[in-house]
């Protein structure tokens, strides 16, 4: 089974509309992490988010908002008035450690297009 | 401060060379890790390393080795470059509390 899964390998959305990406994960361990990362054309990975399994509020930063919907297993990237400068592909992943080591697993991606 | 940086940005080999991609960070992180980015796949975790002197297989680790020279530097290696390691390759370091800093990445073309 894919502990990440992006099921929008694509979306175009108008400017200034905000955008929801969809994210969700598997994992059997009780303490977890969770991730949105930007990719532009550029191609550097830049973090936007991130989101503890334990952490009682929905995780924000700026335009970005995590949607933690913990039962569900789902970990939505919304972003608010969406800006050209927001196409990238953005990535979801997951961090889960075991006996002290770190591990990141990614999803698929979404490609975000920004229309003017 | 430089953050994660890697050499080369770019490489082309033939089948059958061999090359070491190199990694460091000056941010004084315990965890080093070397992912491979292919089309459609996202990151897959080839090797990391939690600490200095450790290292660990990850998702996609044949046809590499690894080694932790010390706290600040991770190097990948490819004793025979085949076409299906053709990819880009990113370096992240980690403290271990919420995020993974990435390197700019070396975009490896295997002819």
């Known amino acids: 089974a894919q502990k990440i899964t992006q099921t929008q390998p694509g979306m175009f959305v108008q400017e200034k509309e905000a955008v929801t990406l969809d994210c969700t994960y598997d994992?059997?361990?009780?303490?977890?992490?969770l991730f949105w990362y930007k990719q532009p054309s550029s191609g550097e990975m830049i973090f936007l988010i991130y989101q503890g399994s334990y952490d009682q509020q929905n995780a924000t930063e700026g335009r970005y908002s995590l949607n933690f919907q913990k039962a569900r297993k789902s970990a939505n990237l919304v972003i608010s008035a969406s800006q050209l400068g927001d196409s990238a592909m953005y990535f979801c992943?997951?961090?889960?450690?075991?006996?002290?080591?770190?591990?990141?697993?990614f999803g698929t991606g979404t490609r975000l297009t920004i229309i003017p | 401060n430089a953050g994660v940086t890697q050499t080369p940005k770019f490489q082309v080999l033939k089948t059958g060379q061999s090359m070491t991609l190199q990694c460091a960070q000056d941010?004084?992180?315990?965890?080093m890790y070397w992912y491979r980015q292919d089309p459609g796949m996202g990151l897959r975790l080839i090797y990391y390393s939690a600490s200095e002197g450790t290292t660990d297989k990850g998702e996609v680790p044949n046809g590499y080795n690894v080694s932790r020279l010390n706290k600040r530097e991770f190097s990948l290696r490819l004793e025979s470059a085949a076409p299906s390691q053709t990819s880009v390759y990113f370096c992240?370091?980690?403290?271990?509390?919420?995020?993974?800093?990435f390197g700019p990445g070396t975009r490896l073309t295997v002819l």
């Open positions: 992240a370091s980690s403290d271990g509390r919420d995020t993974q800093y």
């Open positions: 941010m004084n992180h315990n965890s």
């Open positions: 994992t059997s361990d009780p303490s977890y992490g």
């Open positions: 992943a997951m961090r889960e450690r075991n006996f002290g080591n770190e591990k990141l697993t």
